[in-house]
């Protein structure tokens, strides 16, 4: 009998999801980064502005896409031993909401660029895989 889930199970899940969490680390250093510039006090009239603006919203979620390509860039750079294909490439989208979603509970850390798990950051984040991952998807 024909199962439709078990390519599921050769997926390399784990590996996919280091390549989540080193993408989501690097986006919060992003994140980090950007608030403290936001704190200079030259700067901080012009960062409140922009982020207070109605352009704030195309703004975050440009970094949610930017995630999603980040997470290709990693894939490809630094984990050959995974076979990019379109599977993969689906398998990395949840791994990279999982990441996204308990960065979501982390407190410690402000939240400027890096958008909390919600449906648009997460339509966002699938465009960005593939946006990144044309290439990869034959």
Excluded: H
């Excluded at 980090?32 to 603006?53: C, D, E, M």
């Amino acid at each position: 009998m024909f199962d439709p889930l078990r390519r599921l199970k050769y997926l390399p899940w784990i590996e996919l999801l280091q390549v989540s969490l080193f993408t989501i680390g690097i986006a919060i250093a992003f994140d980090w980064l950007f608030f403290q510039i936001a704190t200079v006090p030259a700067i901080r009239p012009t960062i409140a502005q922009l982020l207070n603006s109605p352009f704030a919203f195309v703004i975050v979620l440009g970094a949610a896409v930017g995630v999603g390509a980040l997470g290709v860039a990693v894939m490809e750079r630094w984990f050959r031993q995974i076979v990019i294909s379109n599977s993969s490439l689906w398998a990395l989208v949840p791994c990279l909401a999982l990441w996204l979603w308990l960065r979501s509970f982390l407190v410690v850390f402000p939240q400027l660029l890096l958008p909390p798990l919600t449906f648009e950051s997460f339509i966002c984040v699938v465009l960005g895989v593939f946006w990144k991952g044309k290439p990869y998807w034959r």
